[in-house]
């Protein structure tokens, strides 16, 4: 499963987030223009080579540094920073999407082998536990540990190799036709992607439809 977008999301969203966090040292912000502002910094920096997976501090800075724009005075930035990144670091900045926990017991009951492969740091483990999914899986890949990130093809050969299991043998479930779906795809797994659009490839509205999609007959646990 990819991570956040797919099991969980930003609660309430990244621009109030960062407002409540401003507001909180006396500044006024707009939710709605932070979060425009970071939708508009993540669809520019995501697709650099590997920012995020290689130094995950800097590439989050910047994100911030530009979401916030004027809204934060430069002084204050650094803490601001490092507010945020302790706040969504923790299970208190998500929740869970819907049907996540039900789907995840279903799917162990069925016997198969739950992983995460997510485009993150170190972080998404402690939010993993926090929200109380953490446990259902047997590993967590995560790009900055890994040193790079989907729709990189090294990182689908490292979960091939670290669970013993040809590509044939994987179905990567996220919520980024790129990142998730075509790049898993284009390794050799199968793939599901979380979409209400209409378009290729097995989409489903919500995590808890993957079970109409997908059974495990006893014998090929």
């Known amino acids: 499963f990819d991570a956040a977008g797919t099991l969980m999301v930003p609660c309430p969203s990244v621009g109030e987030i960062y407002a409540e966090t401003l507001r909180k040292r006396g500044h006024a912000a707009s939710p709605k223009t932070i979060e425009g502002n970071f939708r508009k910094a993540f669809a520019k920096r995501k697709d650099r080579d590997n920012a995020a997976s290689t130094n995950p501090q800097s590439f989050w800075k910047a994100m911030v540094t530009?979401?916030?724009?004027?809204?934060?005075?430069?002084?204050?930035?650094?803490?601001?920073?490092?507010?945020?990144w302790k706040h969504f670091g923790?299970?208190?900045?998500?929740?869970?999407?819907?049907?996540?926990?039900?789907?995840?017991?279903?799917?162990?009951?069925?016997g198969l082998r739950l992983a995460v492969l997510s485009n993150n740091d170190s972080r998404l483990r402690s939010v993993l536990d926090d929200l109380a999914i953490g446990h259902y899986f047997e590993r967590v890949f995560i790009s900055w540990e890994i040193g790079c990130?989907?729709?990189?093809?090294?990182?689908?050969?490292h979960v091939e190799k670290e669970l013993s299991l040809a590509s044939t043998q994987l179905l990567h479930v996220g919520d980024d036709c790129?990142?998730?779906m075509n790049a898993a795809l284009r390794a050799g797994w199968?793939?599901?992607?979380?979409?209400?659009?209409?378009?290729?490839?097995?989409?489903?509205?919500?995590?808890?439809?993957m079970l109409d999609l997908v059974s495990t007959p006893a014998n090929q646990r």
């Open 66 to 84: 530009e979401s916030l724009d004027t809204f934060c005075p430069r002084e204050e930035l650094d803490e601001v920073f490092a507010d945020l």
């Open 90 to 110: 923790s299970g208190k900045a998500w929740r869970l999407m819907e049907g996540v926990a039900d789907t995840l017991i279903a799917l162990k009951g069925q």
């Open 149 to 157: 990130e989907k729709p990189n093809l090294a990182i689908f050969r």
């Open 178 to 180: 790129d990142r998730d």
């Open 190 to 209: 199968k793939a599901i992607l979380i979409n209400t659009e209409n378009g290729p490839g097995p989409r489903i509205p919500t995590l808890a439809a």
